[in-house]
């Protein structure tokens, strides 16, 4: 059983022969899946201004759309730019609709900003976890994600799933924000201390952010993903699709871990924590 806990349809951006959008159609991504043996995915929505402007949204009824017809392939996430009036109303029909959680959650404020703030007390009411993406641009922080520090503890009823390369840069110390994707040995840092410190808080593995994260160090990575084996969710977003070599599903089969941690973070994570029956 795999469940991938971080999947999208629509334009990806441009590819790196051309400057052609990478679109990925509902076809494209179901073969991905199956070609990977994916038995179940997160199909994740973004809506914010700036990915309306940009070209590169994925719209929440196109994700309920595509569960309705896919209810046991799927898993539907909704998504609302907090800077929307009808927040409230707009959130409670999507739950209404069968969406599990919120995210991909992606607007260029402040992590603490007073409309991210609004958003995290809403999700916490309706009891659905949130998949924040946050980096230098989106969702931004402090060195040592100070403010989402703030965020956990006074929300301490919402489940945050953390994802990106303003997560991940901080598994390690000596931090700096011109390094999106820092190499070398790492230094336990702020992950460590999120993931032991608060149960709210669990890390998506997906992108190059979170594969860099673990091929970085890979004798790191061992006891990393051993320690938090139940705060750890598998996913893509599709980066292997677009760069094959990149693929988090070989990394984590070259990493010598237990089947039981690896089973925890490749689906029974995504089970316990969405509340999904086999």
């Not at 991938?4 to 400057?19: A, C, E, I, L, Q």
């Not at 679109?23 to 043996?37: A, F, I, P, Q, S």
């Not at 896919?70 to 959130?91: A, T, Y």
Request: aromatic share 12%; with cysteine.
């Amino acid at each position: 059983m795999i469940v991938d806990f971080h999947v999208h349809v629509g334009n990806y951006g441009k590819t790196k022969s051309s400057n052609v959008l990478a679109k990925v159609t509902l076809e494209v991504l179901l073969e991905y899946l199956d070609e990977r043996k994916i038995d179940k995915a997160v199909l994740l929505a973004v809506e914010s201004l700036e990915r309306k402007k940009s070209g590169y949204c994925y719209y929440t009824s196109d994700v309920i759309e595509i569960y309705e017809k896919f209810p046991e392939k799927f898993i539907p996430f909704c998504s609302i730019d907090p800077r929307e009036e009808s927040l409230e109303e707009k959130l409670k029909k999507y739950i209404d609709a069968g969406c599990k959680g919120f995210g991909e959650h992606k607007v260029k404020l402040p992590i603490n900003h007073t409309y991210n703030l609004k958003l995290y007390r809403l999700c916490e009411k309706h009891e659905i976890p949130i998949l924040i993406h946050t980096d230098s641009n989106y969702n931004f922080d402090t060195i040592d994600l100070r403010n989402l520090e703030e965020i956990v503890k006074e929300f301490s009823n919402l489940t945050f799933i953390m994802h990106g390369p303003g997560w991940w840069r901080e598994i390690s110390t000596n931090v700096s924000l011109e390094a999106a994707y820092p190499k070398g040995k790492v230094t336990p840092g702020r992950v460590h201390h999120f993931l032991e410190e608060y149960e709210n808080v669990y890390g998506d593995l997906s992108a190059y952010s979170g594969y860099n994260a673990l091929a970085r160090d890979l004798e790191h990575a061992e006891e990393f993903l051993v320690k938090f084996a139940n705060k750890l969710l598998y996913g893509s977003d599709l980066v292997d699709f677009f760069d094959p070599k990149i693929s988090l599903i070989e990394l984590l089969k070259q990493i010598e871990i237990p089947e039981n941690v690896r089973e925890r973070i490749l689906w029974k994570n995504a089970f316990e924590l969405l509340k999904l029956s086999r």
